[in-house]
């Protein structure tokens, strides 16, 4: 059967929802003492986002034949994680955006402060959770290891952070495509490939299926930048009825101002097809996976 937007957004929507009910197990209640860091924190946990991230750490334990369920405090962790990233890339110091999500920032609700130490606790929470997982039964702690070290690489100076380092030292100046990428492959595609193998990495699967699971990480990401620039473009365009660019905030290169939108849109594709294509070692399994990639190419937010 061939890809159908509606079904698959039922889908995403599905596992959006099973996703979000385990979240709120992981994290402190919000009148937990003291209660402006905790409300802080389901704000910014809890406020619309598509939770990614943790539905491919799902996928990926389901594709190479695990018990997703044992995988849930991993995936949880990492929207956490990705999570703080938001909070603090929307930080005077950083981006300084008073809108995330269609709604006021973190820093515009609680303050300056504890939007920096939201980011921090819930970065923190995430290897919490993580670790904790160690103790599961069936669990082997060197597995989990594991993930927590890749994670922590993942999200640390030479991926996550590295990449919002380059982000604000190139703003405002000429970037060339092959930095461009280095930068978002830090910036974003860390965060997706540590999702992606976490899933593998957990249960000690490092064969054939987490190369394949590595390739089709890295073509999503790059997918996913370029999709989310291209939607950035259109979107401005159509509240603003003028052409990006024209705003008094600093510019930022983006694949599409880059390359132009017709050859930006030719990438996004054929990093999807490459990223489907990387999933050939899976069966019907790995077709909600599938499925994601392509719906990179159809999204709307
Ligand atoms: C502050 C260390 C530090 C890092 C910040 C990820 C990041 C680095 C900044 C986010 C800025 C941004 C909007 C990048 C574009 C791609 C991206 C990560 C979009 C947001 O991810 P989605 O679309 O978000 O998965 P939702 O809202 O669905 O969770």
Redesign the pocket.
Known sequence: MGFNVVTFEGELADKKAYVEKFMREFMPPENAYPQVIHRAMHYAVFN?????RPILVLESAQVVGKDLTRALPVACAMEMI?SY??V??DLPA??DDDLR?GKPTCHKVFGEANAILTGDALLTLAFEIMTACAELPGMEPRYVAKVVRETARAVGSLG??G??VLDLELEGKDTDFFTLKTLHSK??GALFRACLRAGALLFGVEDERLQALTRYAENFGLAF?IT?DILDVEGDEKITGKPVGSDEKKQKVTYPSLLGMDEAKKLAKSSVEEAVESLNVFGAEADFLRNLALYLLHRRS
């Open positions: 619309g986002g598509k939770r990614l990705h990233s938001l603090h890339d950083m981006d999500r996550m952070v990449g919002q910036k974003t930048q989310d």
